[in-house]
């Protein structure tokens, strides 16, 4: 059994496995989400599509805002802190949101150091991009992580780019002898004892979610298949024609992944998407995933 | 036996763990006929208001119905609110296959989630269990038919009719099988 301070946080990431966690600007669209059947909303000022197109410094959201958004759904509230900022996560965990998300699409507040979020008592979620920095963020005290994707581009390319790595280390991981685990441990910049548990269960020591680029619910049925235990959509939902029909849409698809009938089903008459940006037309110091390390 | 774990949403893998754990056979339930083949059904934890909308949206409120008035069914945090008589404001009415009046979030926010010593009272025995309170209901009133089996702080945490377990903690994020093995032995 993990500790029991570490238990009561990735307890909770337990509870939302199988579901879809939705990005929302105001209290509206937190109701949308909840009637929708999201699991949890993710509370922030600009979805992450808008912070590309508009560019500047993202910050933690307006504390009001997200205490609008607490105070209209019953369901979990998370938050987004920047990269570092643990003076924006000190707030963040004083108005009470039930999880941090320390992420890169907030402009990062130091680039060489991520929070300690032993430090705090309200669990946090991190992006990773492969095996090693999702090891790193859990040795920090993340309790949950995503894959990150490339978050407001409306492309899965990146999400499950990112996906199939993380999976691909571990299933290398496990066919290794112990003593070779060192040095892999070494080559991934992870802890000895994250990568031994690896080898032994096969899995990360906490749930492992999916971000950035789900837009459709076939994307979201994807990302179930390839290892994810519960998407995130960002802008997927309000950058979208319907968002209402849509979320209801990616909700079903998450808990049917593996029915392609239903799926088929949610995404009839859905409407336009959100529109999608090829990999390739994203300057590479605009790449929200480069953020973190 | 089979333990069916309806598993639209939540921690259904952990439940899937403990029975696997105590010897028997898991069966995740997602459409109706899946219920067949089970012998007993957990409802997992999870967000209660998706876990409601979803029953709706796959057409299984009947079926869980006639399962839980003949067959025994536990229910944990989520679980528990799903199966009460009265939770407060949800999107679709709760089952009432227990007489359980249930206050949703009622120690707070995650922030007041914890981990604590409770007494479980089974067969004249008392023993301590870990009991894991996550974003946790509590349970406000019980039916004259309901028999309460556990306790934190002098509240009940978990009670039981003839045949419906209901807990506002996890048993199953914990590595003790002792309630999931109550349940498999004594209930129903």
Redesign the interface.
Known sequence: ?LD?EF??KV??A??????VIMDVTNADQAKIA??A????VMALERIPADIRAQGGVARMSNPKLIKDI?ATV???VMAKCRIGHFAEAQVL?SL????IDESEVLTPADEANHIWKHDF???FVCGARDLGEALRRIAEGAALIRTKGEAGSGNIVEAVRHMRAVQKEIRRIQSLPDEELMSYAKNLGAPLDLVRYIKENGKLPVPNFSAGGIATPADAALMMQLGAETNFVGSGIFKSEDPAERAKAI??AT??YDDPDIVAKASEGLGEAMPGLEMSSIPEEEMLQKRGW | MNIGIL????????HARMIKKLGHTPVFV?YAHELNSCDKLIIP???S??ML??IE?NSLRSDLLDFGRSRAVMGT??GLIVLSREAG?L?HPSLNLIDLEVT??AY????D???DTIVFEADGQQMEV?G?F??APKISKLGPDVQPLAYHEREVVMAANDHILAATF?PE???DVRIHEYFINKIG
């Open positions: 059994m029991k238990l009561v307890g909770l337990e509870m939302l496995k199988g579901g909840e009637d059947g999201a699991v949890a607490m019953s369901i979990p965990q009470g949101v039930d999880f008592k309200v669990p909700v079903l808990t049917h | 598993a639209l949403q939540g921690d259904f893998e952990m997602r934890g999870g967000e208001t998706t909308k979803l949206k945090c989520a404001d999107p949703r979030n707070g926010r995650q922030i989630s914890f981990v870990e894991v996550i974003r996890h994020l914990t590595d």
